[in-house]
């Protein structure tokens, strides 16, 4: 009997090309291709760490630099907090469901507003910048926001990633 997971279509990385391939389960036995544990963590927390490193990037530049992105609006700066950060959240959700961690959705989005405070902080250390309060709330609703809006998503897309769970 053919187990009801060994016929779906599950995405892996092929070593020896560096590219994302779609198999199923069974061809990866035969051909040895099923990507270990580590390699699966990786891939499902990659765009997190990814996104972190650009939060990081971004905060490292001074004011001067800043005021080239700047927009003219009232609160551009919270929205943008908002807005980059909402995409932190969104994937920290999918590295919770894609790596299969079993990581509780409150510890996920602790890491994301510790993340926020620990920006915040190194701000402090930045020629023109400073760590605020106010920066601080948008940076923990923009979590939020991103990580119910890809809660609410990834169930909608149907999607299996690495071979684990639809969502």
């Given at each position: 009997?053919?187990?009801?997971?060994?016929?779906?279509?599950?995405?892996?990385?092929?070593?020896?090309?560096?590219?994302?391939?779609?198999?199923?389960?069974?061809?990866?036995?035969?051909?040895?291709?099923?990507?270990?544990?580590?390699?699966?963590?990786?891939?499902?927390?990659?765009?997190?760490?990814?996104?972190?490193?650009?939060?990081?990037?971004?905060?490292s530049l001074s004011d001067s630099d800043l005021s080239s992105f700047a927009f003219s609006f009232p609160f551009d700066d919270k929205v943008m907090h908002l807005a980059?950060?909402?995409?932190?959240?969104?994937?920290?959700?999918?590295?919770?469901?894609?790596?299969?961690?079993?990581?509780?959705?409150?510890?996920?989005?602790?890491?994301?507003?510790?993340?926020?405070?620990?920006?915040?902080?190194?701000?402090?250390?930045?020629?023109?910048?400073?760590?605020?309060?106010?920066?601080?709330?948008?940076?923990?609703?923009?979590?939020?926001?991103?990580?119910?809006?890809?809660?609410?998503?990834?169930?909608?897309?149907?999607?299996?990633?690495?071979?684990?769970?639809?969502?």
């Amino acid at each position: 009997m053919i187990e009801w997971w060994a016929e779906k279509p599950i995405c892996f990385l092929n070593r020896s090309t560096g590219k994302l391939n779609l198999a199923t389960h069974d061809n990866m036995l035969k051909t040895r291709q099923i990507p270990t544990r580590v390699t699966r963590q990786l891939i499902a927390w990659a765009p997190a760490i990814g996104w972190a490193m650009v939060l990081f990037l971004l905060s490292s530049l001074s004011d001067s630099d800043l005021s080239s992105f700047a927009f003219s609006f009232p609160f551009d700066d919270k929205v943008m907090h908002l807005a980059l950060y909402s995409v932190l959240g969104g994937t920290l959700q999918f590295g919770r469901l894609s790596s299969n961690s079993g990581l509780a959705h409150w510890t996920v989005i602790a890491i994301g507003i510790i993340y926020g405070v620990s920006d915040e902080w190194h701000q402090s250390f930045v020629p023109g910048r400073n760590p605020s309060a106010a920066d601080l709330l948008a940076d923990t609703m923009g979590v939020l926001m991103g990580y119910a809006f890809t809660y609410w998503l990834l169930p909608k897309l149907n999607l299996e990633v690495l071979g684990y769970r639809k969502y």
